[in-house]
């Protein structure tokens, strides 16, 4: 829903617009890009998701845990230097696919999250398919960049360093499984113990608008004694490409 909804988003600043202004005897039609109204950059970063210090029940598969971020940054441009302060906002996805086909649940007796196969969550799935971890925030992205081009900022070589800060709005389990051989999808929605705040740094490096892109969450995954247990060091960490829309 919230890729959708990203996905979205992004084509609606793509997509042209038309501007109707009355000429002394006809009306002129203007065809403007969307983002033309806007000062800043939207990027959008796509790439994959790791985690450091994480227990056996978290080994991630490396094609199924992925990142997605899509921000707008307003530029300030500091006087004549190459050098570009970047304040901005948007949405961080993240998901993680567990290898062994753990997935998280809730203890009866304590009630604290814990790892459990999906096949004794689901006692009734003959083979499990798939089992993620999806965590969405809206963050608020701070970076200084450096352009080779200080007069043409979107062409030559770039590097930022950042940081950002994420408030969790969104957070939910999925297992894929079969049942008398049909394809079935489960979705538990819950915050599992996960860290409300988040707060980590970045780096970028790249040419005109591709680059590639290093985040390291500082903050845990989990709050302390509130996540399953063996996951209070559990830290993600990230890599991959970023580009410019504009």
Known sequence: MMKKACYTFLLLLILPTYIFAQGKNKTIIR???????????LVADFGFSFLTDKPDEMDL???GSKIFNTYYFYNIHLGQSNFTVRPGIGLGLESYKFKNDFTLTRANDTRKPMFEPASKVFPQSKEIKKSKLYTNY????LEVRFNSKRKN????????????????FNSHTKVIYREDSQRKKTK???KFGLNPIRYGVYGKIGVGRLGLFYSHTLSTLFEKDKGPDKTTDTRPYSIGLSFAIF
């Open 153 to 168: 900022r979107k062409k030559g070589f770039f590097v930022a360093l950042g940081g950002k800060i994420g408030v969790l």
């Open 138 to 141: 809206v963050d608020f992205p």
């Open 31 to 41: 065809r403007k890009a969307a983002a033309g109204f806007l000062p800043g950059s």
């Open 188 to 190: 538990v929605k819950e």
């Open 61 to 63: 598969g490396f094609w």
